[in-house]
Structures are given as structure tokens and as C-alpha cells.
């Protein structure tokens, strides 16, 4: 009920009216029935404007701290993301990844809606990096389609590193539904598994406009990191020598 008082009375109205967001291709988005809706990642505001724009509930998981934290503010963090149709992540696996597997099952063995972004993190520069191989491994397992999905223009309503940006009208873009019943029975397959990821990976390209960069989105803000603090010390090398002359 929370998610829905959010959707439609709370907030939705009040985002809607401000961002005016798009929607394109949401007819591709199925009204009853299992789906993976696997999205870019530009900023923590796509998880606001993907499920506003669709009349059905979208899922995610979240961190199992989210749902365990003690105390009055654990008690609100986990109504609040319970509420908002995250689900923890299944720690019984002792693997992250694997227990965002078995989560993410349950939520498409109830026919819902599941999204995901392959990314793993969100995009420091606004390029779309290598997806993770786990929704390849999601779609086989359940036979459930992947829709690609888009969002375009949320970095600039919540740039990286910032709370906030400036408003501009959002847009969200639904691909076909993929289907990869032709690859049943080779989820262990690593070949397969990438093929299938980086198959998404176009589609979510084509979709968004963003140039595709074959690297882990990790790995390249753990590089962006290391060359913005190379630069600073070469910046207070150069000021030190120009001290001492």
C-alpha cells in the first residue's frame, strides 16, 4: 500500500508535475506477467522515474542493511525500502551476487516486474560501461524476457556526486522484449552468458544514444579516481617548486 500511496498520492503526482517525464515504447511493457526490466544506470533518481512512468510495480533488490539496521531509524530505512518494492538481497548463499540471483527469482515466480542495471553501479561520466553477466544467467534460469529499458536525462536532474542538478524533462525509453529461449540449458556456459549480456548491452545503447565502453563501470571510476589524484599531486608538485625559486 505504501508504494502505491507514493506512486499516485505522495510523491508520483508531485514528480510528475515538476519533471513531466516521457515514456516511449510502453507497449513493450507487458500489463500482467513476469519481466526483466534491465535499464541503464545515469543517477539514484532512475529508480524514481522508470517505475513512475509504467502503471505496474517494479522490484529491486537492495542491501540486506537496508532491512536489518536496529533502532528507530533501521525501523524507518526498512519500512521505507520494503515499502517501495525493494527486497533484500538473500544472504543465505553467503555470496552477494548469488543471493541477488535468488531474490530476484522470487520476484518473477510471483509475475512481477524485476529491474535491474547490468552495470552493477552508476555511470561516473555518463557512458554506459560493461553489463554483468548475472542478468544473462536471471533470464535463462527463469525463461522470463528481458526488456531493454533506457533513462535519459536523470543525470541532470541528480548529476553524480550531487544531491541535485537542475529540472529538465526526463525521458524513458522501453525496447522489444528479448527473448533467449534459443540459449535454454547453457547457463553455465561463460560464452553464452556474456553473448547474451552484451546482446542487452546494444540494445540499452541503442536505446539511450550513450557511447558503449567495454569496461566494468567499477574499474573505470577506480581509474577516473587514481588519475583526478595524480593530477592534484602533479598540480601541488608544480606549486611547491614554483615556492621554492
Do not use: C
Not at 522508470?50 to 524507518?76: N, Q
Not at 518473477?108 to 548475472?134: Q, V, W
Not at 522489444?176 to 546494444?202: C, H, Q, V, W
Amino acid at each position: 500500500m505504501f508504494y502505491w500511496f507514493l506512486k499516485f498520492i505522495a510523491l508520483g503526482p508531485l514528480l510528475k508535475l515538476i519533471f513531466r517525464p516521457r515514456a516511449e515504447g510502453l507497449e513493450n511493457v507487458p500489463p500482467s506477467g513476469p519481466a526483466i526490466l534491465a535499464s541503464n544506470h545515469l543517477s539514484y533518481a532512475d529508480w524514481l522515474f522508470m517505475p513512475l512512468v509504467i502503471p505496474r510495480m517494479v522490484r529491486f533488490v537492495a542491501k540486506a542493511e537496508y532491512f536489518t539496521s536496529p533502532g528507530i531509524k533501521g525501523w524507518l530505512q526498512k519500512n521505507f525500502f520494503s515499502g517501495t518494492g525493494n527486497i533484500p538481497i538473500d544472504r543465505t548463499s553467503g555470496d552477494a551476487a548469488s543471493g541477488a540471483l535468488v531474490s530476484a527469482k522470487r520476484v518473477l515466480a510471483e509475475n512481477e516486474l524485476f529491474g535491474i542495471y547490468p552495470e552493477g553501479t552508476r555511470s561516473h561520466d555518463g557512458r554506459l560501461y560493461r553489463g554483468k553477466t548475472g542478468i544473462a544467467r536471471l533470464t535463462l534460469e527463469t525463461g522470463v524476457p528481458v526488456i531493454p529499458v533506457a533513462v535519459v536525462g536523470t543525470d541532470v536532474v541528480a548529476p553524480p556526486g550531487k544531491k541535485f542538478g537542475r529540472i529538465t524533462r526526463p525521458t524513458v525509453r522501453f525496447g522489444k522484449p528479448m527473448d533467449f529461449s534459443r540459449y535454454a540449458g547453457l547457463e553455465n556456459d561463460r560464452f553464452i552468458l556474456r553473448s547474451i549480456t552484451d546482446e542487452i548491452m546494444y540494445e540499452i545503447m541503442r536505446l539511450s544514444g550513450q557511447e558503449y565502453v567495454d569496461m566494468y563501470a567499477g574499474r573505470a571510476k577506480e581509474e577516473s579516481r587514481k588519475a583526478e589524484r595524480a593530477e592534484r599531486g602533479e598540480r601541488g608538485d608544480g606549486d611547491e617548486r614554483k615556492i621554492a625559486s
